[in-house]
Protein backbone atom coordinates (compact mmCIF):
# COMPACT_ATOMS: atom_id res chain seq x y z
CA UNK A 1 0.00 0.00 0.00
CA UNK A 2 3.05 2.72 1.05
CA UNK A 3 4.74 1.89 -2.28
CA UNK A 4 1.26 2.43 -4.33
CA UNK A 5 0.96 5.44 -2.19
CA UNK A 6 4.43 6.68 -3.46
CA UNK A 7 4.41 5.94 -6.90
CA UNK A 8 0.81 8.29 -6.99
CA UNK A 9 2.16 10.74 -4.81
CA UNK A 10 3.48 13.19 -7.19
CA UNK A 11 0.81 12.45 -10.07
CA UNK A 12 -1.90 13.45 -6.98
CA UNK A 13 0.42 16.30 -5.82
CA UNK A 14 0.48 17.84 -9.54
CA UNK A 15 -3.19 17.30 -10.22
CA UNK A 16 -4.03 18.78 -6.54
CA UNK A 17 -1.76 21.95 -7.35
CA UNK A 18 -3.55 22.57 -10.70
CA UNK A 19 -6.98 22.55 -9.24
CA UNK A 20 -5.36 25.14 -6.90
CA UNK A 21 -4.47 27.02 -9.18
CA UNK A 22 -7.92 26.93 -11.02
CA UNK A 23 -10.11 27.45 -7.75
CA UNK A 24 -7.42 30.13 -6.52
CA UNK A 25 -7.89 32.25 -9.76
CA UNK A 26 -11.87 32.08 -9.54
CA UNK A 27 -11.90 33.49 -6.08
CA UNK A 28 -10.94 37.53 -5.67
CA UNK A 29 -12.62 40.26 -4.14
CA UNK A 30 -14.21 41.45 -7.17
CA UNK A 31 -17.43 38.58 -7.41
CA UNK A 32 -17.35 37.26 -10.94
CA UNK A 33 -20.12 34.17 -11.37
CA UNK A 34 -18.97 30.59 -11.44
CA UNK A 35 -20.12 30.18 -15.28
CA UNK A 36 -18.38 33.22 -16.67
CA UNK A 37 -15.07 32.46 -14.89
CA UNK A 38 -14.96 29.07 -16.61
CA UNK A 39 -15.98 30.73 -19.98
CA UNK A 40 -13.60 33.24 -19.68
CA UNK A 41 -10.86 30.14 -18.82
CA UNK A 42 -11.15 28.24 -21.36
CA UNK A 43 -11.70 30.92 -24.17
CA UNK A 44 -8.30 32.27 -23.26
CA UNK A 45 -6.42 29.20 -21.35
CA UNK A 46 -7.65 26.37 -23.69
CA UNK A 47 -8.31 28.85 -26.97
CA UNK A 48 -11.72 27.12 -27.12
CA UNK A 49 -14.67 28.01 -29.47
CA UNK A 50 -16.73 29.79 -26.16
CA UNK A 51 -19.82 31.87 -26.04
CA UNK A 52 -18.16 35.00 -24.63
CA UNK A 53 -21.28 37.20 -25.18
CA UNK A 54 -22.94 39.13 -21.69
CA UNK A 55 -18.87 38.90 -20.30
CA UNK A 56 -18.07 41.80 -19.67
CA UNK A 57 -14.16 43.29 -20.73
CA UNK A 58 -13.15 44.36 -17.22
CA UNK A 59 -14.12 40.37 -15.82
CA UNK A 60 -12.13 38.88 -18.59
CA UNK A 61 -9.36 41.44 -18.01
CA UNK A 62 -9.71 40.57 -14.05
CA UNK A 63 -9.52 36.67 -14.54
CA UNK A 64 -6.63 36.65 -17.76
CA UNK A 65 -4.81 39.71 -16.86
CA UNK A 66 -4.69 39.91 -12.94
CA UNK A 67 -5.82 36.85 -10.78
CA UNK A 68 -4.20 34.09 -13.54
CA UNK A 69 -0.50 35.45 -14.16
CA UNK A 70 -0.45 35.86 -10.42
CA UNK A 71 -1.56 32.67 -9.26
CA UNK A 72 1.07 31.35 -11.53
CA UNK A 73 3.59 34.04 -10.59
CA UNK A 74 2.79 32.42 -7.15
CA UNK A 75 3.72 28.87 -7.73
CA UNK A 76 6.79 29.83 -9.50
CA UNK A 77 7.98 32.05 -6.83
CA UNK A 78 7.35 29.76 -4.06
CA UNK A 79 8.46 26.71 -5.82
CA UNK A 80 11.69 28.32 -6.52
CA UNK A 81 12.41 29.44 -3.10
CA UNK A 82 11.27 25.99 -1.25
CA UNK A 83 13.68 24.35 -4.23
CA UNK A 84 16.67 26.35 -3.26
CA UNK A 85 16.37 26.56 0.56
CA UNK A 86 15.91 22.02 -0.06
CA UNK A 87 19.30 22.82 -2.00
CA UNK A 88 20.82 24.82 0.56
CA UNK A 89 20.07 22.50 3.73
CA UNK A 90 21.51 19.41 2.13
CA UNK A 91 24.48 21.73 0.88
CA UNK A 92 25.48 23.35 4.60
CA UNK A 93 23.85 20.26 5.87
CA UNK A 94 21.90 22.69 7.98
CA UNK A 95 18.26 22.69 8.61
CA UNK A 96 18.20 26.34 9.04
CA UNK A 97 19.34 27.16 5.87
CA UNK A 98 17.10 29.12 3.19
CA UNK A 99 17.79 31.14 -0.08
CA UNK A 100 18.56 34.35 2.40
CA UNK A 101 21.13 32.97 4.50
CA UNK A 102 23.70 34.17 1.84
CA UNK A 103 22.60 38.00 1.85
CA UNK A 104 20.56 37.60 -1.05
CA UNK A 105 17.62 39.59 0.21
CA UNK A 106 19.62 42.43 1.98
CA UNK A 107 20.85 43.04 -1.51
CA UNK A 108 17.97 42.99 -3.01
CA UNK A 109 16.21 45.30 -0.68
CA UNK A 110 19.27 48.10 -0.69
CA UNK A 111 19.29 47.70 -4.75
CA UNK A 112 15.70 48.58 -4.54
CA UNK A 113 15.88 50.57 -1.76
CA UNK A 114 18.65 52.81 -4.02
CA UNK A 115 15.59 52.56 -6.80
CA UNK A 116 12.73 53.52 -5.28
CA UNK A 117 14.77 56.47 -3.52
CA UNK A 118 15.64 57.59 -7.07
CA UNK A 119 13.05 57.02 -8.76
CA UNK A 120 14.76 54.71 -11.19
CA UNK A 121 12.74 54.02 -14.21
CA UNK A 122 15.07 51.65 -16.80
CA UNK A 123 13.50 48.89 -17.69
CA UNK A 124 15.77 45.89 -18.85
CA UNK A 125 14.25 42.03 -19.88
CA UNK A 126 11.03 42.80 -18.74
CA UNK A 127 12.03 44.34 -15.18
CA UNK A 128 11.70 47.90 -14.20
CA UNK A 129 14.20 50.16 -12.70
CA UNK A 130 13.49 48.73 -9.12
CA UNK A 131 13.31 45.37 -10.04
CA UNK A 132 17.04 46.04 -12.42
CA UNK A 133 18.67 47.66 -8.95
CA UNK A 134 17.15 44.37 -6.80
CA UNK A 135 18.75 41.99 -9.16
CA UNK A 136 22.36 43.80 -9.17
CA UNK A 137 21.72 43.63 -5.39
CA UNK A 138 21.45 40.93 -4.77
CA UNK A 139 24.25 39.54 -7.24
CA UNK A 140 26.54 42.33 -5.44
CA UNK A 141 25.73 40.33 -2.45
CA UNK A 142 26.33 36.61 -3.33
CA UNK A 143 29.87 37.98 -5.49
CA UNK A 144 31.14 39.48 -1.72
CA UNK A 145 30.10 36.79 0.25
CA UNK A 146 31.53 34.59 -2.01
CA UNK A 147 34.81 36.41 -2.35
CA UNK A 148 35.38 36.54 1.34
CA UNK A 149 34.87 33.19 2.43
CA UNK A 150 37.13 31.80 -0.53
CA UNK A 151 40.39 30.47 0.93
CA UNK A 152 42.22 29.65 -1.96
CA UNK A 153 40.32 27.59 -4.19
CA UNK A 154 38.31 26.31 -1.58
CA UNK A 155 35.02 27.64 -0.30
CA UNK A 156 34.34 26.39 3.51
CA UNK A 157 30.70 25.85 4.38
CA UNK A 158 31.59 27.76 7.52
CA UNK A 159 33.20 30.40 6.33
CA UNK A 160 30.16 30.95 3.83
CA UNK A 161 27.58 31.41 6.41
CA UNK A 162 29.70 33.67 7.99
CA UNK A 163 30.68 36.02 5.47
CA UNK A 164 26.81 35.88 4.71
CA UNK A 165 25.68 36.64 8.00
CA UNK A 166 28.40 39.43 7.81
CA UNK A 167 27.56 41.00 4.75
CA UNK A 168 23.26 40.83 5.06
CA UNK A 169 23.40 42.68 8.17
CA UNK A 170 26.01 45.62 6.33
CA UNK A 171 23.60 45.87 3.78
CA UNK A 172 21.04 46.09 5.97
CA UNK A 173 22.38 48.81 7.74
CA UNK A 174 22.86 50.86 4.53
CA UNK A 175 19.30 50.19 3.75
CA UNK A 176 18.14 51.86 7.16
CA UNK A 177 20.36 54.66 6.74
CA UNK A 178 18.93 55.44 3.69
CA UNK A 179 15.11 55.28 4.72
CA UNK A 180 16.72 57.68 7.37
CA UNK A 181 17.27 60.24 5.13
CA UNK A 182 14.59 59.26 2.56
CA UNK A 183 11.48 59.49 4.57
CA UNK A 184 9.17 60.38 1.91
CA UNK A 185 9.98 57.23 0.65
CA UNK A 186 10.34 54.66 3.48
CA UNK A 187 6.93 53.55 3.25
CA UNK A 188 7.34 52.24 0.08
CA UNK A 189 10.42 50.87 0.97
CA UNK A 190 9.12 49.05 3.65
CA UNK A 191 6.52 47.60 1.62
CA UNK A 192 8.23 46.46 -0.91
CA UNK A 193 11.08 44.23 1.88
CA UNK A 194 7.23 42.64 2.84
CA UNK A 195 6.98 40.85 -0.70
CA UNK A 196 4.21 41.51 -2.56
CA UNK A 197 2.01 39.88 -6.26
CA UNK A 198 0.22 42.30 -6.43
CA UNK A 199 -0.16 44.61 -9.90
CA UNK A 200 2.19 41.86 -11.14
CA UNK A 201 1.30 39.97 -14.68
CA UNK A 202 2.26 38.54 -17.59
CA UNK A 203 5.34 40.55 -18.11
CA UNK A 204 6.95 39.48 -14.70
CA UNK A 205 5.70 35.51 -15.62
CA UNK A 206 7.84 35.30 -18.66
CA UNK A 207 10.66 37.29 -16.77
CA UNK A 208 10.81 34.64 -13.72
CA UNK A 209 9.79 31.62 -16.08
CA UNK A 210 13.20 31.14 -17.59
CA UNK A 211 15.32 31.40 -14.83
CA UNK A 212 12.86 29.01 -12.76
CA UNK A 213 12.89 26.60 -15.48
CA UNK A 214 16.53 26.29 -15.63
CA UNK A 215 17.25 26.76 -13.15
CA UNK A 216 15.63 23.81 -11.19
CA UNK A 217 16.22 21.54 -13.96
CA UNK A 218 20.21 22.14 -12.98
CA UNK A 219 19.65 21.76 -9.18
CA UNK A 220 17.36 18.34 -10.03
CA UNK A 221 20.68 16.97 -11.73
CA UNK A 222 22.79 16.98 -8.32
CA UNK A 223 20.13 15.10 -6.67
CA UNK A 224 22.70 12.27 -5.94
CA UNK A 225 25.70 14.21 -5.01
CA UNK A 226 23.64 16.27 -2.41
CA UNK A 227 22.67 12.70 -0.82
CA UNK A 228 26.41 11.87 -0.82
CA UNK A 229 26.50 14.78 0.68
CA UNK A 230 24.32 14.30 3.66
CA UNK A 231 27.54 11.42 4.59
CA UNK A 232 30.50 14.63 4.92
CA UNK A 233 32.38 16.40 3.23
CA UNK A 234 35.35 13.31 3.22
CA UNK A 235 33.26 10.85 2.87
CA UNK A 236 31.40 12.08 -0.56
CA UNK A 237 34.82 13.25 -1.87
CA UNK A 238 36.48 9.69 -1.01
CA UNK A 239 33.46 8.14 -3.15
CA UNK A 240 34.10 10.53 -6.13
CA UNK A 241 32.13 13.61 -5.67
CA UNK A 242 33.33 17.05 -6.62
CA UNK A 243 32.04 19.12 -3.27
CA UNK A 244 33.75 22.32 -3.78
CA UNK A 245 32.35 22.10 -7.72
CA UNK A 246 29.04 21.20 -6.03
CA UNK A 247 28.89 23.48 -3.78
CA UNK A 248 29.93 26.42 -6.57
CA UNK A 249 27.10 24.81 -9.02
CA UNK A 250 24.24 24.87 -6.03
CA UNK A 251 25.27 28.41 -4.69
CA UNK A 252 25.34 29.96 -8.30
CA UNK A 253 22.12 28.61 -9.18
CA UNK A 254 20.21 28.77 -6.14
CA UNK A 255 21.33 32.44 -6.26
CA UNK A 256 20.48 33.27 -9.42
CA UNK A 257 16.75 31.96 -9.30
CA UNK A 258 16.43 33.60 -6.04
CA UNK A 259 17.69 37.34 -7.29
CA UNK A 260 15.41 36.57 -10.50
CA UNK A 261 12.25 36.02 -7.57
CA UNK A 262 13.22 38.57 -5.61
CA UNK A 263 13.75 40.85 -7.71
CA UNK A 264 10.33 40.84 -8.93
CA UNK A 265 8.05 40.03 -5.72
CA UNK A 266 10.25 41.37 -2.68
CA UNK A 267 11.00 39.44 -0.05
CA UNK A 268 8.79 36.13 0.76
CA UNK A 269 10.18 34.44 3.49
CA UNK A 270 9.45 31.48 5.40
CA UNK A 271 8.87 29.63 2.07
CA UNK A 272 12.23 28.31 1.00
CA UNK A 273 12.56 27.37 5.32
CA UNK A 274 9.45 25.18 6.06
CA UNK A 275 8.74 23.94 2.87
CA UNK A 276 11.31 21.78 2.76
CA UNK A 277 11.20 20.70 6.56
CA UNK A 278 7.77 19.67 6.03
CA UNK A 279 8.52 17.45 2.60
CA UNK A 280 11.49 16.06 4.05
CA UNK A 281 8.87 14.71 7.25
CA UNK A 282 6.43 13.38 4.74
CA UNK A 283 9.21 12.15 1.77
CA UNK A 284 12.44 11.21 3.91
CA UNK A 285 15.53 12.46 3.06
CA UNK A 286 16.30 11.77 -0.53
CA UNK A 287 16.55 14.59 -2.79
CA UNK A 288 15.33 12.85 -5.94
CA UNK A 289 12.04 13.13 -4.11
CA UNK A 290 12.62 16.22 -2.03
CA UNK A 291 13.32 18.90 -4.88
CA UNK A 292 10.34 17.90 -7.04
CA UNK A 293 7.97 18.02 -4.20
CA UNK A 294 9.70 21.07 -2.75
CA UNK A 295 8.89 22.78 -6.20
CA UNK A 296 5.30 21.21 -5.91
CA UNK A 297 4.68 22.11 -2.33
CA UNK A 298 6.25 25.31 -2.17
CA UNK A 299 4.43 26.59 -4.68
CA UNK A 300 1.31 25.58 -3.70
CA UNK A 301 1.70 26.91 -0.01
CA UNK A 302 2.43 30.65 -1.72
CA UNK A 303 -0.96 30.24 -3.55
CA UNK A 304 -2.33 29.47 -0.65
CA UNK A 305 -1.01 32.31 1.41
CA UNK A 306 -1.41 34.74 -1.27
CA UNK A 307 -5.13 34.19 -2.13
CA UNK A 308 -5.64 34.92 1.77
CA UNK A 309 -3.56 37.93 1.45
CA UNK A 310 -5.74 39.34 -1.14
CA UNK A 311 -8.98 38.42 -0.09
CA UNK A 312 -9.06 38.34 3.60
CA UNK A 313 -9.41 42.26 3.79
CA UNK A 314 -10.65 45.29 1.73
CA UNK A 315 -7.25 46.27 1.97
CA UNK A 316 -4.96 44.29 0.81
CA UNK A 317 -1.68 42.26 3.00
CA UNK A 318 1.64 42.00 1.84
CA UNK A 319 2.02 38.16 1.25
CA UNK A 320 5.33 38.03 3.36
CA UNK A 321 3.42 38.55 6.30
CA UNK A 322 1.18 35.85 5.66
CA UNK A 323 4.04 33.52 5.02
CA UNK A 324 5.76 34.67 7.90
CA UNK A 325 2.35 34.51 9.96
CA UNK A 326 2.33 30.88 9.06
CA UNK A 327 5.59 29.46 8.68
CA UNK A 328 7.16 31.47 11.80
CA UNK A 329 4.44 29.40 14.56
CA UNK A 330 4.70 25.76 12.37
CA UNK A 331 8.56 25.87 12.62
CA UNK A 332 8.52 26.24 15.99
CA UNK A 333 6.14 23.49 15.96
CA UNK A 334 8.83 21.31 14.02
CA UNK A 335 11.38 22.33 16.55
CA UNK A 336 9.87 21.20 19.44
CA UNK A 337 8.36 18.29 18.14
CA UNK A 338 11.95 17.45 17.22
CA UNK A 339 13.39 17.98 20.35
CA UNK A 340 10.57 15.79 22.11
CA UNK A 341 11.39 12.93 19.45
CA UNK A 342 15.22 13.03 20.35
CA UNK A 343 14.26 13.40 24.16
CA UNK A 344 12.35 10.01 24.20
Request: with cysteine; hydrophobic share 55%; net charge positive.
Amino acid sequence: MKTKLKRYAMPLSIVGCLILIYLCTIVGITSIPFGEANRILLHEVLHLPVNMEGISAGNIAIIWNVRLPRVILGFLTGGALAVCGAAYQGIFKNPMADPFILGVSSGAALGASIGIVMHFSADFLGLNGTAVLAFAGAFLAIFLVYNISKVGRKVPVASLLLSGIAVSQSLTAFMSLLMIFNVQSMNQIMFWTMGSLNGKGWDQVITVLPYVVIGCLILFTTVRELDIMLLGEDAATQLGVNTDHLKKKVLVVSSVITAAVVSVTGIIGFVGLVVPHIVRILSGPKHRILLPFSLVFGGTFLIICDTLARTVSSQEIPVGIITAAFGGPFFIYLLRKSKRGGAR
